[in-house]
């Protein structure tokens, strides 16, 4: 009698759409754990020279953004989706005024955090492409350990994967350090809270999934960064008071820097859709 079980292939072809949600979703958390360093460097370049010119220019860009680009888009998502038109926001005076301020707000705000990120890009006074070669280095040097602890929390339904993801993880911050020649010190301040964050999340991946499932991970990484990085603090205070200020585990740059990457990174756990069939 003819068999009925699928071959190889037709066994995997259901599980691809679900994979590629998954890399998906660990690369956005991914990006939002480098944004916050590239917008505050772009901020710093266009801050440096700031000039009328750019604000009005902003203000052109965002009028159109809020007027006409935001409900054109509004209308095209809902005929993707053959969703029902939102109701408009009503019609009094008071109502239009602060929904038009407020849409303008979030428009400029768009806008200057665009400029500021294309500013870091093509810097001036550099060559032609160093600023995007810095650009792409310091998203790549950023996104790396993330991506790989995201990507082994959302595999620990997957008795393949869930080992090979998961030692993955736990080398990602010394490959990152390999790859982009991180001193000593920042491979360690990086390696010791990454460690706790994979291993605190593991513990709380292994209840049933859901569409907050990498959202509850988000407090986990603010507490853990908070408590290294105040350990962290005590352990430069006890190094300066013994006179050995060298070994010193942050500079205020660098505490700062870290500061960023953390927040950063628990935004992408809020911010993330998990695919919850695993």
Same mark, same amino acid.
């Given at each position: 009698?003819?068999?009925?079980?699928?071959?190889?292939?037709g066994r995997l072809a259901p599980l691809i759409p679900k994979g590629v949600a998954v890399l998906v979703t660990a690369l956005s958390i991914?990006?939002?754990?480098?944004?916050?360093? !590239?917008?505050?460097?772009?901020? =710093?370049?266009?801050?440096?020279?700031? =000039?009328?010119? $750019?604000?009005?220019?902003?203000?052109?860009?965002?009028?159109?953004?809020? !007027?006409?680009?935001?409900?054109?888009? *509004?209308?095209?998502?809902?005929?993707?989706?053959?969703?029902?038109? =939102?109701?408009?926001?009503?019609?009094?005076?008071?109502?239009?005024? !602060?929904?038009?301020?407020?849409g303008l707000a979030f428009a400029l705000a768009s806008v200057s955090l665009h400029d500021a990120m294309a500013a870091f890009i093509s810097? +001036?006074?550099?060559?032609?492409?160093?600023?995007?070669?810095?650009?792409?280095?310091?998203?790549?040097?950023?996104?790396?350990?993330?991506?790989?602890?995201?990507?082994?929390? +959302?595999?620990?339904?997957?008795?393949?994967?869930a080992v090979p993801t998961g030692l993955v993880a736990g080398a990602s911050p010394f490959i990152a350090g390999w790859l982009f020649v991180?001193?000593?010190? $920042?491979?360690?301040?990086?390696?010791?809270?990454?460690?706790?964050?994979?291993?605190?999340?593991?513990?709380?991946?292994?209840?049933?999934? $859901?569409? *907050? !499932?990498?959202?509850? =991970?988000?407090?986990?990484?603010?507490?853990?960064?908070?408590?290294?990085?105040?350990?962290?603090?005590?352990?430069?205070?006890?190094?300066?008071?013994?006179?050995?200020?060298?070994?010193?585990?942050? $500079?205020?740059?660098?505490?700062?820097?870290?500061?960023?990457?953390?927040?950063?990174?628990?935004?992408?756990?809020?911010?993330?859709?998990?695919?919850?069939?695993?």
């Amino acid at each position: 009698m003819p068999t009925t079980e699928r071959p190889p292939l037709g066994r995997l072809a259901p599980l691809i759409p679900k994979g590629v949600a998954v890399l998906v979703t660990a690369l956005s958390i991914a990006i939002c754990a480098a944004a916050p360093e !590239f917008i505050w460097r772009g901020l =710093h370049v266009t801050l440096g020279h700031p =000039h009328w010119i $750019d604000l009005v220019g902003a203000l052109l860009i965002g009028l159109n953004l809020v !007027f006409f680009i935001e409900p054109a888009m *509004k209308r095209f998502r809902d005929l993707i989706y053959r969703s029902e038109p =939102h109701e408009p926001a009503g019609a009094r005076p008071l109502e239009i005024f !602060f929904t038009a301020s407020l849409g303008l707000a979030f428009a400029l705000a768009s806008v200057s955090l665009h400029d500021a990120m294309a500013a870091f890009i093509s810097r +001036q006074g550099m060559a032609e492409d160093a600023g995007l070669r810095e650009a792409v280095l310091l998203i790549s040097a950023w996104a790396i350990v993330p991506f790989a602890v995201s990507l082994a929390w +959302q595999s620990i339904g997957c008795r393949v994967l869930a080992v090979p993801t998961g030692l993955v993880a736990g080398a990602s911050p010394f490959i990152a350090g390999w790859l982009f020649v991180w001193p000593l010190t $920042d491979v360690i301040t990086t390696a010791i809270p990454c460690l706790l964050i994979l291993g605190l999340g593991y513990r709380r991946s292994v209840r049933t999934p $859901d569409e *907050k !499932f990498l959202a509850r =991970h988000a407090p986990m990484v603010v507490l853990a960064a908070a408590g290294w990085l105040a350990l962290a603090l005590l352990v430069d205070v006890g190094l300066e008071m013994l006179g050995a200020e060298g070994w010193r585990l942050y $500079d205020a740059p660098r505490f700062f820097v870290d500061c960023r990457f953390y927040l950063g990174w628990a935004a992408g756990l809020v911010f993330a859709r998990f695919p919850a069939a695993r």
